[in-house]
C-alpha cells in the first residue's frame, strides 16, 4: 500500500494518537531476495534489512515507504543480523562462510568480513556496542567479538549445535540456545565463560529478553511453545504453547507482548506477557522465518521464506477479528490512551480490561460485519482501524477417533467457518495441518504423554472451537496362546490373551488372516487358518498398534 493511502491520525497533543496504519491485518507485501530469514529493524525504526540466503544479498527497506531502496551484496548464505546501538553498523553472519559480515549502513556496504566458525548463525551486539556474540552451530562455539579491531578475542564452547543468542539488556550476560542438547547457556560477558545452563524446551532455537532483563523467551521448535524464564534464578516459570514449528521470538518495546513466527501454520501468534497466554494469531504469508518489532511497538516486519517476500503486519488492533457472539479480547495498540473512558466497536461500548498509556486490552462486543473501532480519552477520541466479525468456528464431527499413544495417521474434522484455521491440538499436542476449506480440516495425529480421552481443539483467527474428543489408546500385548499348537489342516479354536485387546482389528497367523471374536480387553478368541507345518508368529492388531505372539503348526500322524 502506499504512503498516500496510508491512514495516520493525529489528533490534539493530548489525545490519543495513532501513528500507525490502520489495515486488517497486513499493511504490505514486500517482494525481496530468494529465501529471506533474518529480519532486523535499525534502531530508530527507519530501515529494515532483510538477510537473503539463496540469493547472497540484503534488502534494505525503508520503513516510511515499505519500498525496497537498495540491495547489498553478501557472498556466503546471509543468515541473521544486529544493529550496533547507534545504527552506523549491521553486523551480518555468513553462514556458509563461517563468517560475520560487517555492513557501514551510510553506504550499505559490506566493508569487512571476520572468520567465526563453520555455520555462523546468531548474532548478537552488547548495548555499548563493544561487543558482538555470534553462534557457530557446526563448530559449536560462541564467538566473542571486540567491533573497534573487527577480531575474535574470545571463543566460548557451547553445548553441541548452538542457534540462538542473545544480550540481557544490562550486558552482563549472554543467553545461547543449543538445539543438540535443548539446553540453554549462561555466559558472563565480562570473563566469556559459561557460567550456568538451563533446560527450557524441546529444540530451543531463538531467546529474547524482556525490556527490563527480568524475563527471557525461549521459542521451542520442537516443543511449539515458547518458555518464560525468570532470569533472577534461570527457572522455566511458565510454558505457553503456540503455533506449530515456532522459529523466531521477538518482545514488543513496552514487554507487554511476545510474537512467534509459526512455520507450519504460517502464522504469528501473539502472546500477552502479563497473562502468558495466546491471546490472538496473525495469518501471514508462506513459511515465516523471522519476525521483527519497530521501535514503536506498532508494526511488524516478518520474513516469509517461502515467498520471497516480507510481510508489514499493523498492531492497531491484535486480533482485528472476532465471534459475532462477542467475547474476543481485543488489544488496542497506540500512543496516549491512558485513563481511557469508552471503547466502542462501531456504536457499542466495550469492556476495559486493562488500560495503559501505550495499549488498552477489552472484551469485544457482539456485532456484525466491519466495524470501526474507537477509544476515548479525557484528551479526545480515536479511531484505531477496523475489527472484523465472522461467524464462530463450529465441530461437528473426527473421522479417526482412537489411535496409539504414539500418534501416526490423519484425522479430517468436519465443522463450519473453519477457513483460515491456524492450529490443531489434540490435548496439548499440536497436529499438523495438511489441509484448509470452510467445512474440514485435515490433519496429521500427534503423539501423546500417556494413553486416554483427550479434547480437540481448533484455533482459527476468530476463535476456537471444540467439542471433540480423541482416545489415546496403549499398545496391546499378549501373555498367552492356548494351545500354543495345532494342527496344519487349521480350524482350532484359539484363546489369546493379554492386554488393551478390546480394539483389535485383526489376527493373523503368519500374515494370514483369521475369524476371531473379542471377548474382553484381555481375551480374544480365533481360529487357525490352515498352514504348513512349523512355527509362525500370530500378530494381533488393535487400534493402539500391534503385538505378537508364537504359534505351532503340527504334521498329523502317518505311515
Do not use: K, W
Amino acid at each position: 500500500m502506499s504512503v498516500s493511502t496510508r491512514l495516520d491520525l493525529l489528533l490534539s497533543a493530548d489525545g490519543p494518537r495513532q501513528l500507525f496504519t490502520v489495515l486488517p491485518p497486513a499493511d504490505a507485501t514486500i517482494p525481496v531476495g530468494d529465501s529471506p530469514l533474518g529480519v532486523t529493524l535499525t534502531p530508530d525504526g527507519a530501515r529494515a534489512y532483510v538477510a537473503n540466503r539463496a540469493s547472497n544479498s540484503v534488502s534494505v527497506i525503508d520503513t516510511a515507504t515499505n519500498t525496497v531502496t537498495a540491495t547489498i551484496a553478501a557472498a556466503g548464505a546471509p543468515t541473521l543480523l544486529a544493529f550496533s546501538p547507534d545504527g552506523t553498523r549491521a553486523y551480518l553472519t555468513l553462514s556458509d562462510a563461517g563468517a560475520l559480515g560487517v555492513i557501514d549502513t551510510a553506504t550499505n556496504t559490506v566493508t569487512t568480513t571476520i572468520a567465526v566458525g563453520a555455520g555462523a548463525l546468531g548474532v548478537a551486539v552488547t548495548p555499548n556496542g563493544a561487543h558482538a556474540y555470534v553462534t557457530s552451530q557446526n563448530a559449536n562455539t560462541l564467538s566473542v567479538v571486540d567491533t573497534a579491531t573487527n577480531t575474535v578475542i574470545a571463543t566460548v564452547n557451547t553445548g553441541p549445535t548452538p542457534i540462538g543468542v542473545a544480550i540481557s539488556p544490562d550486558g552482563t550476560r549472554a543467553y545461547v540456545c543449543t538445539v543438540g542438547d535443548s539446553t540453554v547457556s549462561v555466559v558472563d560477558t565480562a570473563t566469556n565463560t559459561i557460567t550456568g545452563s538451563f533446560t527450557a524446551g524441546d529444540v530451543p532455537v531463538i531467546v529474547a529478553f524482556s525490556p527490563d532483563g527480568t524475563r527471557a523467551y525461549v521459542c521451542n521448535a520442537g516443543g511449539d511453545s515458547v518458555s518464560v524464564v525468570d532470569t533472577a534464578t534461570n527457572t522455566v516459570i511458565a510454558t505457553i504453547g503456540v503455533g506449530t514449528l515456532p522459529r523466531f521470538v521477538a518482545v514488543s518495546p513496552d514487554g507487554t507482548a511476545v510474537y512467534t513466527t509459526d512455520f507450519n501454520d504460517n502464522a504469528v501468534s501473539v502472546i500477552d506477557t502479563a497473562t502468558n497466554t495466546v491471546t490472538g494469531s496473525i495469518p501471514v504469508g508462506n513459511g515465516p522465518v523471522c519476525v521483527a518489532v519497530t521501535p514503536a511497538g506498532n508494526r511488524l516486519y516478518v520474513t516469509d521464506n517461502a515467498d520471497n517476500a516480507v510481510i508489514v503486519i499493523a498492531l492497531t488492533l491484535v486480533p482485528s477479528q472476532g465471534t459475532t457472539v462477542g467475547g474476543t479480547i481485543v488489544t488496542i495498540r497506540g500512543h496516549d490512551l491512558a485513563g481511557a473512558t469508552a471503547v466502542h466497536f462501531g456504536n457499542s461500548p466495550a469492556t476495559i480490561l486493562a488500560d495503559t498509556a501505550t495499549s488498552v486490552t477489552v472484551r469485544a462486543p457482539a456485532g456484525q460485519g466491519a466495524v470501526p473501532v474507537t477509544v476515548t480519552t479525557p484528551g479526545g477520541t480515536g479511531t484505531f482501524g477496523t475489527f472484523y466479525y465472522l461467524p464462530a468456528p463450529l465441530l461437528t464431527g473426527i473421522t479417526t477417533t482412537m489411535g496409539p499413544v504414539t500418534g501416526g495417521g490423519t484425522a479430517v474434522i468436519t465443522g463450519a467457518n473453519l477457513a483460515g484455521t491456524t492450529s490443531v491440538r489434540f490435548g496439548s499436542r499440536v497436529a499438523p495441518i495438511q489441509s484448509v476449506t470452510d467445512t474440514a480440516v485435515t490433519v496429521g495425529i500427534p503423539g501423546a504423554p500417556s494413553s486416554g480421552p483427550v479434547p480437540v481443539t481448533v484455533v482459527t483467527p476468530v476463535g476456537n472451537a471444540n467439542g471433540l474428543t480423541f482416545i489415546y489408546l496403549d499398545a496391546p500385548s499378549l501373555t498367552a496362546v492356548n494351545p500354543a499348537s495345532g494342527p496344519t489342516g487349521g480350524g482350532t479354536g484359539v484363546t489369546i490373551t493379554g492386554a488393551n485387546l478390546a480394539t483389535t482389528q485383526e489376527v493373523t497367523f503368519d500374515n494370514t488372516p483369521a475369524a476371531f471374536a473379542v471377548i474382553s480387553d484381555q481375551t480374544i478368541t480365533a481360529t487357525t487358518p490352515p498352514h504348513p507345518a512349523g512355527g509362525i508368529t500370530i500378530t494381533v492388531s488393535t487400534l493402539g498398534g500391534s503385538t505378537g505372539s508364537t504359534y505351532t503348526y503340527l504334521d498329523g500322524p502317518g505311515i
